[in-house]
C-alpha cells in the first residue's frame, strides 16, 4: 500500500493573484493540493504586508531596482498530499498515491507573477 506524507506548503502572493494560483494548483493537482478527505479547493488565506528590496540583476514585477517595496500580499496554507520515499508519482497519480512535492512547487513557480516566490514547505507529523 502507497504511503502518503502530509506537507503544508506555505507562500505568498499579491492579493489579486492568490486565486488564479490557488485555482491552477487545484486544478493541476485535484487529488493532492488542497484536499482534505471529502473536501477539495482548502487552503487558508490571510493578509499581511511583503516587503524587499529589489538589487542590482533583479527584474521586479513590482517596483524598481534600488528602491525599497511594501506590497499587500496574502499568505497562502495548502495541505499537498505528497509521495513516500522511492514512490514515483506524477499530477495524474491517483487518489491512492502523492504527488512529488518539488512537481507542485514547479508549477507554483510557474503561474506566480514574481520573480523569486517566497515559499516554505513543512512535513507534517503522522495522524495521532
Same mark, same amino acid.
Given at each position: 500500500?502507497?504511503h502518503?506524507?502530509?506537507?503544508? /506548503?506555505v507562500?505568498?502572493?499579491?492579493?489579486?493573484?492568490?486565486?488564479?494560483?490557488?485555482?491552477?494548483?487545484?486544478?493541476?493537482?485535484?487529488?493532492?493540493? $488542497? +484536499?482534505?478527505?471529502? =473536501?477539495?479547493?482548502?487552503?487558508? /488565506?490571510?493578509?499581511?504586508?511583503?516587503?524587499?528590496?529589489?538589487? %542590482?540583476?533583479?527584474?521586479? &514585477?513590482?517596483g524598481?531596482?534600488?528602491?525599497?517595496?511594501?506590497? %499587500?500580499?496574502? +499568505?497562502?496554507?495548502?495541505?499537498?498530499?505528497?509521495?513516500?520515499? $522511492?514512490?514515483?508519482?506524477?499530477?495524474?497519480?491517483?487518489?491512492?498515491?502523492?504527488?512529488? /512535492?518539488?512537481? &507542485?512547487? +514547479?508549477?507554483?513557480?510557474? &503561474?506566480?507573477? =514574481?520573480?523569486? &516566490?517566497? =515559499?516554505?514547505?513543512? +512535513?507534517?507529523? %503522522?495522524?495521532?
Amino acid at each position: 500500500m502507497p504511503h502518503i506524507i502530509r506537507y503544508k /506548503v506555505v507562500f505568498f502572493a499579491p492579493r489579486s493573484s492568490t486565486q488564479s494560483i490557488l485555482q491552477h494548483l487545484f486544478a493541476r493537482f485535484p487529488n493532492h493540493v $488542497g +484536499r482534505i478527505g471529502a =473536501y477539495g479547493g482548502c487552503a487558508f /488565506v490571510s493578509p499581511g504586508t511583503g516587503q524587499f528590496l529589489p538589487l %542590482e540583476g533583479a527584474n521586479p &514585477v513590482i517596483g524598481a531596482v534600488g528602491k525599497p517595496e511594501q506590497v %499587500e500580499e496574502d +499568505r497562502v496554507e495548502v495541505l499537498v498530499l505528497g509521495a513516500g520515499p $522511492g514512490e514515483s508519482s506524477n499530477a495524474a497519480a491517483t487518489s491512492d498515491t502523492g504527488v512529488e /512535492v518539488k512537481s &507542485v512547487l +514547479r508549477e507554483l513557480k510557474k &503561474v506566480h507573477p =514574481y520573480e523569486e &516566490v517566497a =515559499y516554505d514547505v513543512y +512535513r507534517l507529523e %503522522e495522524e495521532f
